[in-house]
Nanobody, 129 residues
Framework: QVQLVESGGGLVQAEGSLTLSCTVS????????VAWFRQAPGKEREFVAV???????????YYADSVKGRCTISRDNAKSTVVLQMNRLKPMDTAVYYC???????????????????WGQGTQVTVSS
């Protein structure tokens, strides 16, 4: 069983920064694709960013257009952690952010909610104007 725990959410002013962390336990962390999704009130859960499993020959990271250039996803296999660094935050970024993991994906990048088998409990990010 794989368990994911997010941390690092909070309240920040527009143009500020936040760092979200996702700690994964239970299996060989380096073998998993790990992604961040977010869900705003009344909206569907949407893809934010994904990082490939370690040692892959394809691209390492992929971002939604809405966060490209403002967010960076990275992984530390020694700590079984994936970090989402978010800069120049906007009120539209306000949402609950979820970490998700899957061992296998047919295609790259895996951006669909249905692709992922394991989810964290979410962490709230609120950006004030």
């Amino acid at each position: 069983q794989v368990q994911l725990v997010e941390s690092g959410g909070g309240l920040v002013q527009a143009e500020g920064s936040l760092t979200l962390s996702c700690t994964v336990s239970g299996r060989t962390f380096s073998n998993y694709f790990v992604a961040w999704f977010r869900q705003a009130p009344g909206k569907e859960r949407e893809f934010v960013a994904v990082i490939n499993r370690s040692g892959s020959t394809t691209s390492t990271t992929y971002y939604a257009d809405s966060v490209k250039g403002r967010c960076t996803i990275s992984r530390d296999n020694a700590k079984s952690t994936v970090v989402l660094q978010m800069n120049r935050l906007k009120p539209m970024d306000t949402a609950v952010y979820y970490c998700a993991a899957v061992w296998y994906s047919v295609r790259w990048p895996p951006t669909s909610v249905q692709t992922y088998d394991y989810w964290g409990q979410g962490t709230q990010v609120t950006v004030s104007s």
